[in-house]
């Protein structure tokens, strides 16, 4: 799930107590407090494209809990990814969450129950 050399995103556990679907992308990101400017036109654009070919996954406002008992507010994309197997589409639930490291390092996903 989380590659073992990547000691900052194995420091994260998923909290869905936190999530709005009302706010735009823009918004998120400014909720979060985190991302900076110069890396939001970024992931507006990446989020865009992203719901272009999933638009089952809308952008959220996700928390999740580090290791040490704080938490982080990020943007999350949640939402149910189809995927088609033998003339069956199957939706796969699951929520990647864009940390603070980003683009430095890869979002955290996650298959939901």
Same mark, same amino acid.
């Given at each position: +799930?989380?590659?073992?050399?990547? &000691?900052?995103?194995?420091?994260?556990?998923?909290? %869905?107590? +936190? =999530?709005?679907? &009302? *706010?735009?992308?823009?918004? @998120?990101?400014?909720?979060?407090?985190?991302?900076?400017?110069?890396?939001?036109?970024?992931? #507006?654009?990446?989020?865009?494209?992203?719901?272009?070919?999933?638009?089952?996954?809308?952008?959220?406002?996700?928390?999740?809990?580090?290791?040490?008992?704080?938490?982080?507010?990020?943007?999350?994309? =949640?939402? %149910? *990814?189809? @995927?088609?197997?033998?003339? &069956?589409?199957?939706? @796969?639930? *699951?929520?990647?969450?864009?940390?603070?490291?980003?683009?430095?390092?890869?979002?955290?996903? *996650? #298959?939901?129950?």
């Amino acid at each position: +799930m989380v590659p073992k050399s990547c &000691s900052r995103c194995a420091r994260y556990t998923p909290d %869905f107590a +936190m =999530q709005s679907h &009302s *706010l735009t992308v823009v918004d @998120i990101i400014r909720r979060c407090g985190i991302y900076p400017a110069h890396i939001e036109p970024r992931l #507006v654009s990446e989020i865009h494209d992203v719901l272009n070919e999933v638009p089952s996954i809308p952008p959220t406002l996700g928390s999740l809990r580090r290791t040490d008992g704080s938490s982080a507010n990020l943007l999350c994309l =949640q939402g %149910f *990814l189809p @995927i088609q197997y033998r003339n &069956s589409t199957y939706n @796969i639930p *699951l929520a990647i969450y864009i940390t603070e490291w980003y683009p430095n390092h890869a979002p955290v996903v *996650l #298959v939901t129950p």
